[in-house]
C-alpha cells in the first residue's frame, strides 16, 4: 500500500541536490548524488533512494545508472510526476551536449528570453545547501513522531528559503521559474497519482487530474459597501481570511502543494477528478461561513489528462477561466432582506437588515462621537476592521502641509493576459503551473513592496494583494506615490504588464464611504480611456477642495473627455503626462515659472478660450517674461489640457507656497 505522507516527502526534495552540484559545478545527472547524500543522512537510506530515483535512461543515454533508475511503484510515481512537472519547454537532451552547470547560476524573468533577476554563486549556492541540510536536521524529530507533520513544516520552511530565487533550470531562456516552484508542483503531481490508484504505467495520456478554480462574486461591492473606514479594513481582512479559510480546506485533504496561487478571494489547486467536486464543496462552505454568507464564491473545475498537464496547461487553464467564467453569469441569490416592521430601522452600513446594534465611531480630526444603527453582520465586520489594523487618517493629513489626504486605489491592467499564456507565447514559451506560480510570486513581492514604500511616504496601506491596492497617503505626495508606484509594477514585470489608478485628493472631514465610490469611477475611467487609446496604464484623479464638492456626473468619464476637448484638463492620463504634469508644477513651485502667470493663463483659457491663452504665453515669451524654453513647455501643456490641470493642482494641494 502506498504511504502518501512519504511519497510527498520524497518529491518535494527529488531535486534538492541541485544547489550543492552547481556549486562544485559537476554534470547535471550528477544531483541524484548530491540528493542521495543529503536526504540519507537524515532520513536514512530507504526515502534518500526513493527520492534520488527520478530519471531514467531513455531521454539520457546511460547517463543514470541502473542502481539510480525508478524501481519500486512509488520512484515511478515520482519520475513521472517530475517528468510531467517538467513541462514542454524543459528540454532533457540539451544536458547532454552542453557544458555543465558552472556557477554563477542565473535565474531569469519568465517575461523574457534571459532578462536576470537573480544571480548565485559558489558560496551562496553552498550556503543554500547548508542551510537546506540544517532544516531537515532541525525537523528530525517530527518525521519520527509524524511523517505528514514533518512534510508540513519541511514544506512551509523551504517556501521561505532561497530555494524560490534559484532556477530549477539552468539554460536560458527556460531558467524562468524556481526550483522551490517545480518540486512543489512535482509533489502535487505525485500527489494527485497516488491517490487516483497509484502507477498503471508509464504513458501520462494514463493519469487524470482537475484543475480547481475559485473567485469570488462582486467583491469590489462587498469590501467598498462601508461608510466608515473600519468597515473597508474589515471587508478587506475578512476577503483575505475567507478565501485562506477555502483554501484550508483543500489543504486538509491534499497538502499545501497542491495549491498553485490564491488571494484576493481567488485560488487555484490541482487535485484528483475523483475528490474535486467533495473539496470544492467543502472549500465554497467555509468560505461562505466566514463570511456569513455576505460574500459568496463561485468554484468550478475541469478535468485533463498527464499529457494534457505536460504539454498544453496553459489552453486548459484558459478553459478552466471560461468556464468559471460563465458559471459566474448565472449570479447567486442575492442576500436576503429583512423583513422590516414600521417601528425598526435600517443597518446604515447596508441598508439590507435590520440596524439593532450601536457602534460608536470617533471621526477623523473633528473627534467628534457619532453612533452608528448596525446589524449583526455589519456590527462583525466593523470590529473585525477595528481590531485588524488601525489607521489614523488625522495622522496621515498632519503629515501634509495643507492637511489634505489621497485616496488611491491601484488595479493591474489584463493581468489575465499574463495567466492565461499570452505574454508567454511572445517568447515561444508555454504556459506552465510553475511558471504561473512565479509569475504570481512577483505579483505578490510588489505588493509587498509597495506597502512598504506607502508607509515610508507617511501614508498608510488598507489593502495590498494580488494586483489590487488601496492606500491612503498625504494629499502633496499622492500623484508622486501613485507614479513610482506605477513604475515600480511596469518594472516588475518587465514593462510587460501596466496599472491603472484613480485618485481622490480632500480633506480628512469629506465623506469617506462617498470618495471611496469616487475612486472606483475614476479608476474605472483610467481602465476605460485606456484599453480604447493604448494599452493601458492610466490615472484619473480628482481635488475636492473648499466646501464645493462634486456630482457623481462630473466624474463621468464623457465628462472627463468633453474637458479634454477644451483643453481645459487632460484626464485620465497617461504616467509618462503624469510625469510632465509634475514637471510643470515643480517648475512654479521653484519659481521658474511664476505662479501668477500661470493663473493668468489658466484664466484665459477658461473664460475666453484656447487661442486667446495661447496668444498670452507667446506674449510672455516674446517680452522676455518667460524663458523660451520654459515657455514652449508651457504651449505643449496648454494645448494636451496639462497646464490647466496643473493650475488646479497648485491651487489647491500646494496652495500655501509662495
Known amino acids: 500500500m502506498l504511504d502518501l505522507s512519504l511519497i510527498k516527502i520524497c518529491a518535494l526534495l527529488h531535486d534538492i541536490g541541485k544547489p550543492k552540484c552547481w556549486a562544485e559545478g559537476k554534470h547535471f545527472s550528477d544531483h541524484v548524488l548530491y540528493t542521495y547524500d543529503i536526504i540519507s543522512k537524515t532520513l536514512g537510506s ?26 519500486t511503484d512509488e520512484e515511478k510515481i515520482i519520475h513521472l510526476a517530475d517528468s510531467i512537472a517538467s513541462g514542454a519547454d524543459r528540454p532533457e537532451m540539451p544536458y547532454e551536449q552542453k557544458p555543465n552547470p558552472v556557477p554563477p547560476i542565473t535565474l531569469t524573468h519568465p517575461f523574457s528570453k534571459g ?51 534559484i532556477p530549477a533550470y539552468t539554460e536560458a531562456p527556460t531558467n524562468d521559474n524556481s526550483l522551490f516552484d517545480h518540486l512543489k508542483l512535482t509533489s502535487a503531481i505525485a500527489t494527485c497519482i497516488s491517490l487516483s490508484g497509484g502507477y498503471v504505467g508509464d504513458r501520462y495520456e494514463k493519469y487524470k487530474f482537475s484543475l480547481l478554480c475559485g473567485d469570488a462574486d462582486k467583491i469590489g461591492r462587498y469590501i467598498n459597501a462601508s461608510r466608515r473606514l473600519p468597515d473597508l479594513i474589515g471587508g478587506s481582512m475578512i476577503v483575505k481570511e475567507a478565501t485562506r479559510r477555502a483554501v484550508e480546506a483543500i489543504e ?69 477561466k471560461n468556464e468559471l467564467k460563465l458559471k459566474k453569469v448565472k449570479n447567486k441569490s442575492p442576500r436576503s432582506v429583512d423583513t422590516i416592521c414600521p417601528d425598526k430601522s435600517l443597518c446604515e452600513v447596508c441598508y439590507l437588515r435590520v440596524g439593532d446594534k450601536p457602534s460608536r465611531y470617533i471621526t477623523p480630526l473633528e473627534g467628534r462621537l457619532v453612533v452608528d444603527m448596525l446589524c449583526e453582520a455589519c456590527y462583525d465586520r466593523r470590529n473585525h476592521g477595528h481590531k485588524e489594523k488601525r489607521i489614523e487618517i488625522d495622522s496621515i493629513a498632519e503629515k501634509d502641509p495643507r492637511k489634505m489626504i489621497g485616496i488611491l486605489k491601484m488595479n493591474g491592467d489584463k493581468v489575465s493576459r499574463a495567466f492565461s499564456g499570452t505574454i508567454f507565447e511572445r517568447y515561444n514559451k508555454y504556459t506552465t503551473p510553475a511558471r504561473l506560480a512565479f509569475t504570481s510570486r512577483f505579483l505578490d513581492d510588489f505588493c509587498k513592496r509597495s506597502e512598504e514604500f506607502i508607509e515610508q511616504n507617511n501614508g498608510k496601506c488598507v489593502y495590498a ?68 487609446e493604448s494599452k493601458g496604464g492610466r490615472i484619473d484623479f480628482e481635488i475636492l477642495a473648499g466646501e464645493v464638492g462634486y456630482s457623481p456626473s462630473d466624474l463621468k468619464l464623457e465628462k472627463r473627455l468633453e474637458l479634454r476637448e477644451r483643453r481645459l484638463g487632460h484626464k485620465p492620463y497617461k504616467w509618462s503626462e503624469v510625469a510632465k504634469l509634475l514637471e510643470l508644477c515643480e517648475k512654479v513651485r521653484k519659481g521658474v515659472i511664476k ?14 478660450g484656447f487661442k486667446e491663452a495661447e496668444a498670452l504665453i507667446k506674449y510672455n515669451m516674446g517680452r522676455d517674461m518667460l524663458d523660451w524654453s520654459d515657455g514652449n513647455f508651457m504651449l505643449n501643456c496648454l494645448s494636451s489640457g496639462i497646464l490647466y490641470d496643473a493650475h488646479s493642482l497648485l491651487s489647491t494641494v500646494w496652495g500655501n507656497e509662495s
Open 46 to 71: 530507504s526515502l534518500a533512494w526513493m527520492a534520488a530515483r527520478h530519471h531514467t535512461t531513455r531521454i539520457y543515454q546511460k547517463r543514470y545508472q541502473q542502481t539510480f533508475q525508478p524501481q
Open 115 to 165: 532578462v536576470e533577476v537573480e544571480k548565485h554563486d559558489k558560496e551562496k549556492l553552498e550556503d543554500i545547501h547548508n542551510r537546506i541540510e540544517g532544516i531537515l536536521e532541525l525537523a528530525i524529530p517530527i518525521f519520527k513522531e509524524d511523517p505528514m507533520k514533518f512534510y508540513l513544516k519541511i514544506f512551509e520552511e523551504l517556501s521561505k528559503s532561497q530555494l524560490t530565487n
Open 252 to 320: 486538509r485533504r491534499l497538502g499545501p502543494d497542491c495549491i498553485l496561487f490564491y488571494g484576493g478571494g481567488n485560488f487555484l489547486a490541482i487535485s484528483p477528478p475523483d475528490l474535486a467536486k467533495e473539496i470544492l464543496e467543502e472549500a465554497e462552505k467555509d468560505f461562505e461561513d466566514y463570511t456569513k454568507g455576505e460574500l459568496t464564491i463561485t468554484t468550478s473545475c475541469i478535468n485533463f489528462n498527464g499529457w494534457e498537464l505536460h504539454k498544453d496547461f496553459g489552453n486548459w487553464w484558459k478553459e478552466a
Open 465 to 532: 494583494g494580488g494586483d489590487e491596492i488601496l492606500a491612503i497617503i498625504p494629499g502633496g505626495k499622492a500623484l508622486h506615490i501613485a507614479l513610482d508606484l506605477a513604475r515600480q509594477y511596469s518594472e516588475t514585470m518587465l514593462h510587460e504588464m501596466t496599472i491603472s489608478a484613480g485618485l481622490i485628493i480632500m480633506k480628512p472631514k469629506d465623506p469617506f464611504n462617498i470618495a471611496l465610490q469616487g475612486v472606483d469611477q475614476l479608476l474605472y475611467n483610467a481602465k476605460r480611456f485606456g484599453n480604447t
Open 595 to 608: 505662479k501668477a502667470q500661470l493663473a493668468k493663463i489658466a484664466h484665459v483659457l477658461s473664460a475666453i
